[in-house]
């Protein structure tokens, strides 16, 4: 995904396209350490999937914000979560970055 950071969260879906399914696994001890990020690995990206990642981001943004279980620390940084993609979505997907 790009910007979620799914990466460094204790959740992980797997999926086995013979079989046509996902399983999704939750456990702390998937939890890395350390996550480092390349922005040049998103460089260049077609559009359907600079599209697809961005959009991704916002949903998680928007169900960060929405979720029950939502602090007002969670908040604030979801909606800031909101604005920078909304303020980079375009773009992104116009340079392919």
Known sequence: ?????????YAAVITAPAEQRKFSIADPKIMPKVAVLDPELVVGLPKAISAATGM????????????????PSARA????AVVEVMASILTSYERGD
């Open 1 to 9: 995904t790009h910007g979620t950071g799914s990466e460094t969260t």
């Open 56 to 71: 991704d981001a916002l949903t998680h943004a928007v169900e960060a914000y929405l979720s029950p279980w939502s602090t």
């Open 77 to 80: 940084r979801a909606e800031s």
